[in-house]
């Protein structure tokens, strides 16, 4: 059984940090591609990061660049998100997903919130 369980979201003040997990199981972790993703109140989702499958590739978007780093640690089927200098407009349900384009599988996870205010 595939599972994607995101953890690590929460509360946060304004230039606070916040690390999120994606816990991954019932798939050759090292062979996906691993994303997170965010949708904001009102907003559509949208791709915050991504990291190749042994972690030599990554991507951010340009609203993120220099503030969020993506991780993957395939011994633990884990990817992480390490957020620094956390703005309002960071305020979303993040999600993670795993693609393997050769497979053609997809999984998501259920979201965690991340809410950053004072």
């Known amino acids: 059984q595939v599972q994607l369980v995101e953890s690590g979201g929460g509360l946060v003040q304004p230039g606070g940090s916040l690390r999120l997990s994606c816990a991954a199981s019932?798939?050759?972790?090292?062979?996906?591609?691993m994303t997170w993703y965010r949708q904001g109140p009102g907003k559509e989702r949208e791709l915050v990061t991504t990291?190749?499958?042994?972690?030599?590739?990554?991507k951010y978007a340009d609203s993120v660049k220099g503030r969020f780093t993506i991780s993957r640690d395939n011994a633990k089927n884990t990817v992480y998100l390490q957020m620094n200098s956390l703005k309002p407009e960071d305020t979303a349900v993040y999600y993670c997903?795993?693609?393997?384009?050769?497979?053609?599988?997809?999984?998501w996870g259920q979201g965690t919130q991340v809410t950053v205010s004072s």
């Open positions: 997903n795993a693609v393997n384009i050769y497979e053609r599988t997809n999984y």
């Open positions: 019932g798939f050759t972790f090292s062979s996906y591609v």
């Open positions: 990291i190749s499958g042994f972690g030599i590739f990554t």
